[in-house]
T-cell receptor, first 113, second 115 residues
């Protein structure tokens, strides 16, 4: 157990639907990161939050959004889902906003059918 | 923007063999470097990291990596692998002057250790 908790572990949904992935960072960590892992794209950085504020943005589609709440947990919202959104979505956390490595969660496997 | 390339996509070797995985990055500024391992069905775990100082870094499970700045490389090594080292290995780079703390990952190398 890495200390980063992601729920749910698995999610199967239909195209066009909307889902929410949840992440609780390791105790004491203020930064949360979201990554998408797919066979064709590899590990792609989506977005980083630090203490509730967006800190860096990567290859995140407009159909996707995220936020970090006052208790530091984060949610990644994926809408108008397409087959190509099927992937593993990892959350990670770190203490600082910059210059450190992360601790990863176990991921949410999203299957869009 | 930084990028990371891992030369070998798949490596197959026998137990007790030595392992070396190549990693090159492209970024002209100061970087932090990482190797992560992902065992089948599990999350990514940090093997080792380089921030500054001695370019030869020792990590967990007997792994080490050498940072060669002139070659923009951060190769991972293990002198004698075990069957339990079967996993996918990812090199990652953090560009310190970039906004935020984004890690850019290489495409990964799948390592299969035959007993």
């Amino acid at each position: 157990d890495s200390g980063v908790t992601q729920t749910p572990k698995h999610l199967i949904t239909a195209t066009g639907q909307r889902v929410t992935l949840r992440c609780s960072p390791r105790s004491g960590d203020l930064s949360v990161y979201w990554y998408q892992q797919s066979l064709d794209q590899g590990l792609q950085f989506l977005i980083q939050y630090y203490n509730g504020e967006e800190r860096a943005k990567g290859n995140i589609l407009e159909r996707f959004s995220a936020q970090q709440f006052p208790d530091l947990h984060s949610e990644l919202n994926l809408s108008s889902l397409e087959l190509g959104d099927s992937a593993l979505y990892f959350c990670a956390s770190s203490v600082a906003a910059q210059g450190t490595g992360y601790t990863f969660g176990s991921g949410t496997r999203l299957t869009v059918v | 923007a930084q990028s990371v390339s891992q030369h070998n996509h798949h490596v197959i070797l026998s137990e007790a063999a030595s392992l070396e995985l190549g990693c090159n990055y492209s970024y002209g500024g100061t970087v932090n470097l990482f190797w992560y391992v992902q065992y089948p069905g599990q999350h990514l775990q940090l093997l080792l990291k380089y921030f500054s100082g001695d370019p030869l870094v020792k990590g967990i499970k007997g792994f080490e990596a050498e940072f060669i700045k002139s070659k923009f490389s951060f190769n991972l090594r293990k002198p004698s692998v075990q069957w339990s080292d079967t996993a996918e290995y990812f090199c990652a780079v953090n560009a310190l002057k970039a906004a935020g703390n984004k890690l850019t990952f290489g495409g990964g190398t799948r390592v299969l250790v035959k007993p």
